[in-house]
């Protein structure tokens, strides 16, 4: 045969695909697939000059079944194989021969299986025989082996599969040598199409379950899963293509399970002790839960000690401490009042604390100038836009001297109602500023701050104001001021005291050195790098801004961001704005800013301290308002006769609901609506805060039949229908001694006028005769005073009223008489009354009713 008669036939001509694509499947822990979409890129084969080229790819990419053997040709006729590189085979020429060798390792695995079986069985059939020979031998012994029996491999393409992959890794990577070894089965791999014979292998036999004896185990026979398909080399490398593989959970379980099966460990497990916390009441069950132990071993104890209880009920704190002990635990004991914040404080190192700026309260009486001296201290003019030209408002300033240092002043009203907001300025500041009037002397006001002053332990500073008037006379209020042991340097003290005119500007210089000079001797610090602490010196909600407070930082630096708790209130601070307005980032000691941010309106003198976190804070603020509610709704202790003394009580109660700009008027309101209280009506404050009337203060006022009064604030829209609807009655006011004179006469008017009892007369009873038919005459002996017509009258028995009446007719002898004199005789007829006896005594007074003041 000549060498044109074996070229292969030309094929057409056509583009080759230079890329490839297939799939490859992955297979995750948890039991899920996924198919990724792969490209193999075919590399380019260079051939030497005279070599035969590689034979083309197959038509599709899938791969083809083995082919089926053909006729055997004559040796002679069959043409010599290419050797061929295993590196240079295409992706079909590799799975074509992966095919092939699978094939042939699953066959040479059926031949081996069908071996051991046939192994096994003859065993099994001498081991039989034995055994029923030693049967014979000893009747009473049982067979101590059981006959082993063969199992059928259950996975006989595995270890097919694994070779074949194991074959497909190393082929690529093989060398020159491996190419040697195996030159014929590189020769066929690199011919695909040639045939292949195989060996033909008969079937095997189905193997039949055997009769299981007695004193035999039954063996359970797997599956045989040769026969579950035609075999691909998909199909080896991806065995457990469409099943699911078992989770690491899965496994977990699995081993839980065989744990719990064949016993858990021998040792038993040591007991743990634990740091139990208790609070001041809980339940079994619970506690049980925080040791770890069963609610029955605790029910079961509990009932050792006597006490019947389930659990579900509640139990104290000594109770649970012998429950922990007697378990093994340790007992940490915690109470509600350990979620609030002490209100200790704690001392800073010396070394931590810096100079700060000396805090100032100006006191004294009201209209005696501290406003104004302040507006010349700062330049300003604050008095004109008070109402009625009176503080009614604690205000804080800062103002800077001529050597650059800064000096905070707070501003007090001086009107006897706000009598707290003094108390306030007196506590949180360094050192006060008395200002007494030259002209006006010593007042009430005066008196009070000397006292606060006195109480707060602080320094003071006598400040006589208004020295440009004609009648100042500094001498007489030096010795007014020895009356309250308030002694001056002029007269031999230690109390400085400046003459001053604020009007004029005069002796300011003079007042603010003695300020720096008295701050100095006290050496005020306080420690900057710490969470800022400060007093609440006023707070309001503003309509625009929400609640807002004016602080004073006592120590720490308050930042914007802080999470903080003042009173029953907390929040974050959302902005810092200093006494002019401006907003600034942090405010250090002794430095009065406004605080935006609070969840409502604080008390003015609540305590704002900075926490952690707002979690932190709403955990204190809610702790808080349960104890102010509980405090609140307290009944107070009684009794039958206190009972029934509140019934038989005659006294009026007069309510009202109160608004005002600011918490600290609010006080000052109510402590002056209380004072007005006396024995017959008193004041019942319905509902008191800081801010705009609103629809809820409307409907509370309307259910009550009360005035609200509106202390510098005015209704909302919706308010102001409502009050028309419900005919509620506003009062109006923007200076506080409005207040109580109108309060005042109200409550007075609701009392109605003054009935007061004169005395004119007293007569004893001579005689008694009849007058008509019913009614009945006394006759009088006028003892004392005069007896007049129509007046009233209270006869008297024993020196105890018989009746309260009037006198109808009076004569003397036959005359009607309109009075008569003491010494003479008269008679007289009573209306309403007949009980009138020989000795009796009438009383005769006059009723004037006069306007009723409080």
Not at 582 to 606: C, H, R, T
Request: aromatic share 2%; proline share 7%.
């Amino acid at each position: 045969m000549s060498d044109e008669d074996q070229k292969p036939a030309r094929k057409p001509l056509g583009l080759k695909r230079s890329v490839e694509s297939g799939e490859v499947k992955q297979t995750f822990s948890h039991g899920r697939t996924n198919k990724v979409a792969v490209e193999v890129k075919r590399r380019r084969k260079l051939v030497k000059p005279g070599e035969a080229p590689p034979p083309p790819p197959p038509a599709t990419p899938e791969p083809a079944p083995a082919p089926a053997p053909a006729p055997t040709p004559a040796p002679t006729a069959r043409a010599a194989p290419v050797k061929k590189d295993p590196s240079g085979e295409t992706p079909q020429e590799r799975v074509a021969r992966l095919q092939r060798e699978a094939e042939e390792a699953r066959l040479l695995q059926g031949q081996e299986a069908r071996k051991r079986e046939d192994e096994a069985a003859r065993q099994a059939a001498e081991d039989e025989k034995q055994r029923a020979e030693d049967n014979r031998k000893a009747e009473a012994k049982a067979a101590e082996e059981p006959a082993p029996e063969s199992k059928v491999d259950a996975a006989p393409d595995a270890p097919a599969a694994a070779s074949a992959e194991a074959k497909a890794e190393a082929a690529p990577d093989a060398g020159p040598e491996a190419t040697a070894a195996e030159p014929e089965a590189d020769a066929e791999g690199a011919a695909a199409p040639a045939p292949r014979r195989f060996t033909p292998v008969a079937r095997p036999e189905i193997k039949r379950p055997k009769k299981e004896k007695k004193d035999e185990k039954p063996v359970r026979e797997e599956p045989d899963k040769r026969r579950g398909g035609k075999l691909t080399v998909n199909r080896a490398l991806n065995e457990d293509e469409g099943r699911r593989a078992r989770s690491l959970a899965a496994l977990k379980r699995a081993r839980e399970k065989e744990r719990r099966t064949h016993g858990g460990p021998s040792t038993p497990r040591e007991k743990q002790a634990r740091d139990v916390i208790v609070p001041e009441a809980i339940t079994v069950q619970e506690l049980a839960n925080r040791m770890a132990e069963k609610g029955a071993q605790l029910v079961k104890e509990l009932f050792n000690l006597g006490m019947m209880v389930t659990v579900n009920q509640t139990i104290d704190q000594d109770t649970a401490e012998l429950l922990v002990e007697q378990f093994g635990h340790r007992i940490q004991r915690v109470s509600e009042s350990d979620v609030d914040i002490p209100v200790e404080q704690d001392l800073d190192p010396e070394e931590t604390l810096r100079p700060r700026p000396p805090v100032v309260t100006i006191m004294g009486h009201v209209d005696h100038g501290k406003t104004s001296l302040l507006d010349a201290l700062r330049g300003t003019n604050v008095t004109k836009g008070e109402a009625g030209g009176i503080t009614q408002h604690i205000g804080s300033y800062q103002v800077k001297t001529k050597n650059g240092d800064m000096v905070t002043f707070l501003d007090t009203p001086g009107h006897a109602a706000f009598t707290e907001m003094r108390q306030r300025g007196a506590n949180v500041t360094d050192l006060v500023v008395l200002v007494v009037a030259a002209d006006d002397g010593i007042m009430p006001q005066t008196i009070e701050a000397i006292r606060h002053t006195h109480a707060a332990g602080v320094p003071m500073i006598v400040a006589i104001n208004k020295m440009d008037k004609p009648g100042a006379d500094p001498d007489k209020i030096r010795t007014r001021l020895l009356e309250h042991e308030v002694i001056v340097e002029k007269m031999s003290g230690e109390v400085q005291d400046v003459e001053i005119s604020a009007l004029k500007k005069e002796g300011l210089d003079e007042l603010l050195e003695a300020i720096a000079v008295q701050a100095e001797l006290l050496e005020l610090k306080a420690r900057p790098d710490r969470p800022a602490e400060a007093t609440v010196i006023e707070a309001q909600l503003d309509k625009g801004r929400g609640p807002v407070a004016t602080v004073l930082v006592t120590r720490g630096t308050l930042k914007r961001g802080d999470a903080f708790v003042v009173g029953t209130q907390s929040g974050r601070v959302r902005a810092v704005v200093d006494f002019t307005g401006k907003q600034i980032k942090e405010a250090g000691p002794s430095m009065p800013v406004e605080v935006l941010g609070l969840g409502g309106v604080p008390k003015a003198g609540d305590q704002l301290t900075v926490v952690e976190n707002e979690q932190r804070a709403r955990e204190v603020a809610e702790y808080r308002q349960e104890k102010a509610t509980e405090s609140r709704t307290a009944l107070a202790p009684t009794s039958f006769d206190t009972m029934f003394t509140n019934l038989q009580s005659n006294v009026i109660e007069w309510p009202v609901v109160v608004k005002a700009d600011v918490q600290g008027s609010v006080e000052a309101i109510n402590t002056a609506l209380h004072n007005l209280s006396n024995d017959e009506i008193k004041v019942r404050v319905l509902h008191a805060g800081a801010g705009a009337i609103t629809e809820s203060d409307v409907s509370l006022a309307a259910a009550s039949n009360a005035p609200i009064i509106g202390f510098n604030v005015r209704p909302n829209a919706k308010a102001r229908q409502l009050i028309a609807r419900d005919k509620v009655r506003m009062m109006y006011y923007d200076v506080i001694y409005h207040v109580t004179e109108e309060v005042a006469k109200e409550m007075a008017g609701e009392l109605g006028p003054e009935r007061i009892e004169t005395v004119v007369g007293r007569a004893l009873v001579k005689e008694v005769f009849r007058s008509g038919k019913k009614d009945k005459a006394a006759g009088l002996l006028v003892e004392e005073g005069v007896i007049r017509k129509g007046l009233f009258a209270r006869l008297t028995r024993d020196d105890v009223i018989v009746s309260a009446t009037t006198i109808a007719s009076l004569r003397r002898f036959k005359d009607d008489v309109d009075e008569v004199r003491a010494g003479l005789e008269c008679g007289v007829v009573l209306e309403d009354t007949n009980d009138i006896k020989a000795g009796d005594q009438l009383e005769v007074f006059e009723v004037e009713l006069r306007e009723r003041t409080l």
